[in-house]
């Protein structure tokens, strides 16, 4: 429309007819300020806290003596392309994913799984459960309320290599979920654990076996 209105000589009412855009729509100029400070003083704050969202953002601002409306906060926030990236997927472990030959003794190849359980004031913990696949005895039952004890605690104590089912298939891992499913039907079902104490401590009462679970605790 500027084109036709100084290259042409047309009116501005004649240029609008043009495009049908309203000469009042042409002539509007925003009132709105510029904002510049704030802006400005909107980036710093959004790189010195770089996970921080426009309303974590707005409150600092508060802080300062900056008062104004969230959404105008929002739209410069936007115009600023400050908004925070989502992280990727959660970090899986790495290893080895291959076909697993068949154990042909005992102490070849063990599983491990976890499985969690409350006490009875509701707080959780965690079992790692290790069985050979061979000779299929739970070789130790290692409980505590962190997983990351549990994983230190088996890590430090071998050395061999590690392999890992495919993502989603439970079933590849058969021999530790079947045996988890026992204890948790046979023993976990019937007890109530008092304190982290009492479930370390706990035991199955029932007869000796030589397959029959051992508990270890660190």
């Known amino acids: 429309m500027s084109w036709a209105i100084r290259e042409r000589g047309y009116s501005q009412r004649r240029a609008c007819g043009l495009v049908r855009l309203e000469p009042k729509t042409y002539r509007y100029a925003s009132l709105r300020p510029d904002d510049g400070g704030l802006r400005q003083r909107l980036r710093a704050l959004a790189a ?22 969230r959404k105008k906060l929002y739209r410069l926030y936007k115009e600023e392309r400050l908004t925070v990236r989502k992280r990727g997927g959660r970090k899986r472990a790495l290893g080895t994913r291959a076909p697993i030959a068949i154990p042909q ?46 994983c230190c605690s088996c890590a430090g104590s071998d050395r061999r290599s590690r392999r890992y089912i495919a993502p989603g298939k439970p079933m590849q891992n058969g021999f ?43």
């Not at 010195?48 to 409306?69: C, Q």
């Not at 499985?115 to 290692?142: G, K």
């Not at 007890?191 to 605790?217: C, D, E, K, V």
């Open 48 to 69: 010195e806290r770089r996970r921080f969202g426009y309303r974590r953002l707005h409150i600092l601002l508060k802080r300062e003596g900056i008062l104004l409306n």
């Open 105 to 150: 003794g005992a102490n070849q190849r063990w599983s491990l799984d976890f499985l969690s359980d409350a006490l009875i004031d509701s707080r959780r913990f965690r079992i790692l459960a290790i069985v050979d696949e061979f000779s299929r005895e739970c070789l130790a039952l290692v409980a505590d309320k962190s997983p990351i004890i549990l």
């Open 176 to 218: 530790a979920e079947s045996f988890i499913g026992r204890l948790r039907d046979e023993f976990l079902s019937e007890r109530l654990f008092t304190s982290y104490r009492h479930a370390r401590n706990g035991r199955l009462q029932s007869q000796p076996s030589p397959h029959q679970p051992r508990w270890a605790f660190p």
